[in-house]
């Protein structure tokens, strides 16, 4: 069964950063292209980043780049998102899974909590 476990939120000023990661189990990792999303109350759930399955191609929402790095770590069945020079409107729920398999939209994991003040 897919296991999505994101971990690393909190709270953080303004201009601060922080790192989220995601480890996977019950999938073939290695072989998934994978995303960060995130979600406010009242609004739909949003891609703000992919990557691809070795890494040599993401993708960013535009509200996020320049400021929002993602990777991975196959060896890990972990992805990462590096969250710079962050503002209040990155507060969000985040969460991870895979933009290309549908399958795998049943199984969100809990997210985790990035909460920025001003």
């Known amino acids: 069964q897919v296991q999505l476990v994101e971990s690393g939120g909190g709270l953080v000023q303004a201009g601060g950063s922080l790192r989220l990661s995601c480890a996977a189990s019950g999938i073939d990792f290695s072989i998934n292209i994978m995303g960060w999303y995130r979600q406010v109350p009242g609004k739909q759930r949003e891609l703000v980043a992919s990557?691809?399955?070795?890494?040599?191609?993401?993708y960013y929402a535009e509200s996020v780049q320049g400021r929002f790095t993602i990777s991975r770590d196959n060896g890990k069945n972990t992805v990462y998102l590096q969250m710079d020079s962050l503002k209040p409107e990155d507060t969000a729920v985040y969460y991870c899974n895979s933009p290309s398999r549908r399958d795998f939209w049943a199984y969100w994991g809990q997210g985790t909590q990035v909460t920025v003040s001003s």
């Open positions: 990557i691809s399955v070795g890494g040599g191609s993401t």
